[in-house]
């Protein structure tokens, strides 16, 4: 699966462009020594010190209304409406009234961060400043720009940007009816940047790594079976069959539980290939030469008569020095099958 490219454009319409960020380094924040985040706990941060007063969840919700919603002034009437919907209007706008005078309270430089009037509130869309949900969507923008390019290098570098900035679903604790679906719009962009991110390095051979990637998808989505295919042929290639297992067994129990469905044909399909020891390893492994010992030297013996139970034995019948020799070579094997992974039993 590709990451949305056209997703990823209107996520930055609020923002400059790709091009123009790129060439001229131009920034939409906050304020000079401000940081705010949206995505996982809300957290307004003063240099480095976090501000602990602003602890009022309609409080949190009017800020980030007015920090996602920069480009244009938002009138009270509007606002009012937006955090009370269940009141008429008038208590709705004594209700945001309130609430600005708590801020002020509060927060003494909000002058700072909102340009307020009689009819309309905004943000200072144009001070310097940092705000988590826009460097989220200008690190797409910054991968989309690479993937056109065809520069792999920083496409990884913007996709992993991109992943350390969501720190967690946009304000988890704010269940206003406005912010569901700016919500769901995030974690797909996220959704789309892990399972693009995942792609990336399992093409680089970076294994590992795009095995953490397919568990950070899987603790954002668990009902992704994509993912689980994915984890279960990295497992492989990595020759880990019991974390594969694993991984198949809890998609099984995740999709039991949370849908009551089993896996699908294409999941079940890529476990089997595994289980059958079908999977394709990767060019780069080398065959490797295994040896024993003949009449007073070592010669070069076929891998399959060395191979039982994915283990590699080594037999040798005398050594010149008992002991040295065969630890001498023991040391060469291990470094030639270091990139394997296998374990050495001498018999």
């Known amino acids: 699966m590709r990451m949305n490219l056209n997703t990823a454009r209107q996520a ?21 020594d401000m940081t705010l985040h949206l995505l ?26 007015l920090a996602l919603h920069s480009h244009a002034p938002q009138s009270r009437a509007h606002l009012a409406f937006l955090l009370w919907p269940d009141s008429n209007e008038f208590q709705a706008r004594t209700n945001l009234r309130n609430l600005l005078f708590k801020m002020r309270q509060k927060l003494p430089d909000t002058n700072l961060m909102l340009d307020i009037d009689q009819h309309t ?30 520069d792999r290098s920083t496409l990884r570098m ?28 995030l974690s797909q962009l996220f959704h789309d940047v892990l399972m693009r991110l995942m792609e990336l390095l399992e093409e680089e051979g970076d294994y590992q790594v795009a095995i ?16 689980y295919r994915s984890l279960i042929r990295l497992y492989a290639i990595c020759d880990n069959q019991a974390a594969a ?3 198949y067994q809890n ?69 010149f020095s008992p002991g040295k020799a065969k630890k001498q070579y023991a040391l060469e094997i291990c470094t030639l099958n270091k990139s394997r992974k296998s374990a050495l039993t001498f018999s």
Request: proline share 6%; aromatic share 8%; hydrophobic share 35%.
């Open 12 to 32: 930055i319409s609020n923002c400059t462009t790709a091009e123009e960020s790129l060439v001229s380094g131009t920034i939409t924040q906050i304020h000079p």
């Open 40 to 65: 996982g706990d809300f957290q307004l941060i003063l240099g480095d010190t976090p501000l602990m007063v602003l602890d009022l969840p309609r409080l949190q919700s009017l800020l980030a209304y």
């Open 121 to 150: 509130l905004q943000w200072r869309h144009n001070m310097p400043g940092m705000l988590d949900v826009l460097d989220f969507e200008r690190a797409i923008a910054y991968a989309e720009l690479a993937e056109k390019q065809g």
């Open 158 to 185: 913007a996709l992993e940007q991109a992943v350390q900035y969501y720190r967690g679903e946009l304000l988890p604790g704010c269940y206003d009816e406005w912010i569901i679906p700016e919500r769901d719009r």
């Open 212 to 227: 953490r990637i397919a568990q950070r998808l899987l603790r954002h989505d668990s009902l992704e079976e994509s993912a």
């Open 245 to 247: 297992e694993r991984t």
């Open 251 to 319: 998609c099984i129990t995740v999709l039991e539980r949370e849908l009551a469905v089993e896996p699908s044909t294409a999941t079940r399909e890529v476990y089997e290939r595994y289980a059958n020891h079908n999977i394709t390893k990767p060019a780069s492994f080398p065959r490797l030469p295994f040896v024993r010992r003949v009449r007073n030297r070592w010669v070069k013996v076929s891998p399959e008569r060395c191979m039982e139970n994915r283990k590699q034995t080594l037999k040798t019948k005398r050594c």
